[in-house]
């Protein structure tokens, strides 16, 4: 399994990033999908995620600023973030879950991404 993140960067406060993962090594339709973040002392972050039939879930902190998407042709999990935040400053992760349902939990990582939002 290998998932591999993209698109992060720095931003101003309300401005947008798309973050890209490429999934590879499995059948990347199969499985739930997820974001996670975790900024410098805390602890990580679920902020959405995906199950197989497409079922989203999210963080209240990131509700109507961020979206989560997935384009199983592609292997790819997408999520677009609006409006950022300072406090969306954070390293990014694609996770995939251990089954179809992300309820069963996530099981391996990618290597995470840097987003930074100045005001």
């Known amino acids: 399994v290998q998932l591999v993140e993209s698109g992060g960067g720095s931003v101003q406060s309300g401005g947008s990033l798309r973050l890209s993962c490429a999934a590879s090594?499995?059948?990347?339709?199969?499985?739930?999908m997820g974001w996670f973040r975790q900024a410098p002392g805390k602890d990580r972050e679920s902020i959405e995620t995906?199950?197989?039939?497409?079922?989203?879930g999210y963080a209240d902190s990131v509700k109507g600023r961020f979206t989560i998407s997935r384009d199983n042709a592609k292997n790819m999990l997408y999520l677009q973030m609006n409006s950022l935040k300072p406090e969306d400053t954070a390293m990014y992760y694609c996770?995939?879950?251990?089954?179809?349902?992300?309820?069963?939990?996530?099981?391996?990582w990618g290597q995470g991404t840097q987003v930074t939002v100045s005001s």
């Open positions: 996770a995939r879950g251990r089954g179809a349902y992300c309820v069963q939990g996530f099981g391996d």
């Open positions: 090594g499995y059948t990347y339709s199969n499985y739930c």
């Open positions: 995906i199950n197989r039939y497409g079922g989203t």
